[in-house]
């Protein structure tokens, strides 16, 4: 089964830029290239929110509130995944996980996702 790091959190200033990485092992097949791949966020005392998701074919999905500003994106080389964050709001703030989908489905459903990362903490500044 796949398992998945992230990285690249931290404190950002609004208006500003931070760029997240989740590298997926992969000791089984089916290949990272098969996963739907997506960000979700999560702050204190809310549901896991979808943030943005990359299917195989490369289509890709935005929640409205990021849409414009975030940019998912994949290597399936390196076996990793990418979310480039712009125009940070101090809403942005909130534990970032990666997560994969091995029928490659890619929806706003955190429950139909097999395969979680630990999660990188994104906070914001005004």
């Known amino acids: 089964q796949a398992q998945l790091a992230e990285s690249g959190g931290g404190l950002g200033q609004a208006g500003g830029s931070l760029r997240l990485s989740c590298a997926a092992s992969?000791?089984?097949?089916?290949?990272?290239?098969?996963?739907?791949m997506a960000w979700f966020r999560q702050t204190p005392g809310k549901a896991r929110e979808f943030v943005a998701s990359?299917?195989?074919?490369?289509?890709?999905l935005y929640a409205d509130s990021v849409r414009c500003r975030f940019t998912i994106s994949r290597d399936n080389a390196k076996s990793t995944v990418y979310l480039q964050m712009n125009s940070l709001k101090t809403e942005d703030t909130a534990l970032y996980y990666c997560?994969?989908?091995?029928?490659?489905?890619?929806?706003?459903?955190?429950?139909?996702?097999?395969?979680w990362g630990q999660g990188t903490q994104v906070t914001v500044s005004s």
């Open positions: 990359m299917r195989r074919a490369g289509n890709t």
């Open positions: 997560a994969a989908d091995r029928h490659g489905l890619g929806l706003t459903d955190s429950s139909t996702y097999q395969y």
């Open positions: 992969e000791p089984t097949k089916p290949s990272f290239d098969a996963y739907a």
